[in-house]
């Protein structure tokens, strides 16, 4: 009973405070749950693979950071609570040296969003991490993308392009180490918060939410297409952090990583004009900036356009599997 | 939004009848669902990685069905009935000659238990599968590890061995290809039945149970510190398969493959004596075959016999992170 059994044991087990609502955690076939009988269950899958979304070498708490947060970020984007999550680690051999600052990181922000490790999987094979986390939602609340309608604006929380600004210095550090606030922008690129308060708020606002997890034009494109809307950007309106403006070369290139940035895990969503002044107070409450970036117009019709003058850039978000 | 987004709709999408209780499925931040008022629900996660529990060059079908009937028999061990599961893929690349059969085995498989893909993730990275199950239990009903008492028998479903007589073929084909039955009991290390029925008639009848994933020793064992009890087990009682009887070279060795085979995915569980006999007709309403095997001790006590006579066997279940 070596190895995979104690392993589980002495870094999962019995690290957080118990739900009500886990009857049975990890030691069984299954866990068991119970969900409130007035709520829609929200569930999200996240896969980060070493190589593909985080560096091998990366700091072990980041890592833990950004994979449970980017999950709790798609709970946040339906306006749920956080409750549960499962967690399967793969790695190729027991590193005790990295699990330790990993399970720290990892139960101090499961912690703090009330969240509770239910149970999962260890096995051996290259580093990778499957969470799937779940959460509350009032029945029919829920926010999705298919709702925005052409007039209401579009919104997103905080700022947005440190996240691939972080990635450059990760990637090529040689050039880019020596920019102004290169460290600051790495540790953001793994180190975001969910926007769950904001989420939750947003619940009987919002017309259409998601998370920004492509970078915003290819996000905000889901919710086009599912929604059977367009849309129009005003570029400068874009929320670039101070950081951001000093490592980009000149504001247009700032405003280019603000569009493509991945994994920002901020929120887009769109509001109808009867409800702007409601949500400016609602997110206020919660000390999250919001920045209106543009409006949905007619299915087909997307613009860019910096103050009124059009623009012709040509941009992608982000596509594991995509060829080039 | 080409890859990645492609090839979630082409091979998983909207391959299944819609349960009532899944009210968004893909193509939104998560999925959304709703469990009944009077049930718990029993959750298990499970990562199959290629090179460790399956080969890179299997039968892609074959896997497909190892990887949901391994985690639909988690929910069968607990008395539960199937209804949801999120699954995480991650591959090198697209292949789809490769994903076509496996995702008609997997929705073929799905489709027999009633159990519906909610979600999941596509990721690029080597390959594995990373799946999460969930099922109804009612309330207080789950069968679970740590119920057995002393004098309680102890069972399991059907044949024992052959997963790893086949596990024997695939790793070492030329030694083994040519013994009686290799190429069925191969089929059989990848094609197993889920106990679903099974566990579901053992919910007012088993004082404990467990799926049979390590070896049947190393499972029971996890009962037996669960309950702090002990067992003695009849080797000469071992259900063994006739082809596992003609493949292995004597008796002592089919009833040792019985022993330490992992990945049966069969059911091992715990009796009270009470209970003997409407366990024995509630299983033949199920068609499921059950052999006694042995009978729960007081804790410390572990005893392996072959019909009386006292047996010093060596065993060890299958463990990943084992050294050794």
Redesign the interface.
């Known amino acids: ?5 104690n ?1 589980i044991e002495k870094y999962f087990v019995n690290r957080q405070p118990q739900r009500k609502d886990v ?2 955690a990890a ?9 409130p ?1 007035n709520v ?14 985080f560096l091998a070498e990366a700091n072990p708490a980041w890592v833990a950071h950004k994979a449970l947060a980017s999950n709790i970020s ?2 946040a ?2 306006g ?1 609570t956080p409750a ?1 999550v ?3 680690l ?1 790695m190729p ?2 590193d005790e040296a990295w699990l330790a600052p990993f399970c720290d990181s990892f139960f101090k922000l499961a912690d703090y969003f009330g969240i509770q490790l ?9 580093l ?1 991490l ?1 969470l ?1 986390v779940q ?1 509350f ?1 009032p ?1 029919g609340r ?1 926010l ?3 709702g925005a309608k052409v007039g209401d604006w579009i919104y997103v929380t905080g700022n947005l392009g440190d996240s691939k600004a972080g990635l450059e210095v990760l990637l090529n550090p040689e050039q880019n180490r020596a920019k102004p606030y290169a460290a600051e922008l790495e540790e953001r690129h793994y180190v975001s918060a969910p926007r769950v308060l904001a989420g939750q708020a947003l619940v009987n606002l919002a017309s259409s ?3 920004i997890s492509d970078g915003v034009i ?1 996000d905000l ?1 889901h919710i086009l297409k ?1 929604s059977q809307v367009g849309a129009s950007i005003d570029v400068s309106t874009l929320p670039i952090s101070p950081e951001l403006r000093q490592f980009a070369p000149d504001i247009t290139s700032a405003q280019q990583y603000a569009l493509t940035s991945g994994e920002e895990y901020e929120l887009c969503f769109t509001v109808p004009e009867e409800n702007k002044g409601s949500l400016e107070s609602a997110l206020s409450h919660t000390g999250t900036k919001v920045t209106c970036i543009g409006q949905i117009r007619p299915v087909e019709y997307f613009e860019l356009h910096n103050n009124g003058e059009p623009l012709s850039w040509n941009l992608t978000g982000y ?5 080039n």
């Not at 030691?27 to 969900?35: E, W």
């Not at 269950?41 to 996240?46: E, K, V």
């Not at 596509?319 to 060829?323: A, E, I, L, N, S």
Request: with cysteine; net charge negative; proline share 1%.
């Open positions: 009973m070596s190895g995979e059994f392993l009857l049975l030691g069984d076939d299954c866990a068991l749950v119970k969900a009988g829609e269950i929200a569930i999200s899958t996240d896969t980060l693979v070493a190589g593909t979304h798609d709970l984007a339906m749920a549960w499962s967690f399967a793969t051999e027991i239910i149970g999962g999987d260890t096995t051996k094979g290259p990778s499957t799937t959460g939602v029945e829920a999705r993308r298919d939410a998601i998370d290819a494109k599912r596509d594991h599997f995509k060829v």
